[in-house]
C-alpha cells in the first residue's frame, strides 16, 4: 500500500490510490517514477494552466504545510515544465479536433483556426 502514496509538491496533500485508479495515473503520468516526481491535485494543476505562480497557488489553497519545496527551487522548475508538456500536448488534440469540426465552415473561421493551427507549430 505505501508504494502507491502520492503527495503533491505544491499542496502537500498525499493520496493512497485503489490499484486500478493509481495504474490509471500512471499511464497519464508516463511512468511511476514521474508519478511520484510530477504528481499535483487537480485544484493546483487547473491554477497552474491559468498562470498563477507557486506561492500565489499555495496562498489560495491555504497551505500551510512547513516541508514543502520552495517556489523557486529546480524541483519545482521541473514539475512546472512538465505539466506545461503535458499540457501543450493535450492542447495540440483540442485544436486538430476543432480544425475537423470546423472544415465546411465560414471561411472567416477556417483562416481564423488554420492560423492558430500554425501558430501551435511554431
Not at 45 to 55: A, F
Not at 78 to 84: D, G, N, S
Not at 106 to 119: H, S
Amino acid at each position: 500500500m505505501a508504494s502507491r502514496k502520492i503527495t503533491c509538491l505544491i499542496t502537500g496533500k498525499s493520496y493512497t490510490y485503489g490499484q486500478d485508479y493509481y495504474n490509471k495515473k500512471v499511464s497519464d503520468y508516463i511512468d511511476e517514477t514521474n508519478l511520484k516526481k510530477y504528481f499535483i491535485t487537480q485544484k493546483a494543476k487547473n491554477y497552474l494552466n491559468k498562470g498563477y505562480s507557486i506561492q500565489e497557488i499555495r496562498n489560495i489553497l491555504n497551505v500551510d504545510v512547513e516541508d514543502l519545496p520552495d517556489p523557486e527551487s529546480p524541483q519545482v522548475a521541473e514539475l512546472i515544465e512538465f505539466h506545461k508538456i503535458q499540457a501543450s500536448q493535450t492542447a495540440k488534440k483540442i485544436s486538430n479536433t476543432l480544425n475537423f469540426a470546423t472544415h465546411k465552415s465560414d471561411p472567416g473561421v477556417a483562416t481564423f483556426i488554420n492560423n492558430i493551427r500554425n501558430y501551435e507549430q511554431e
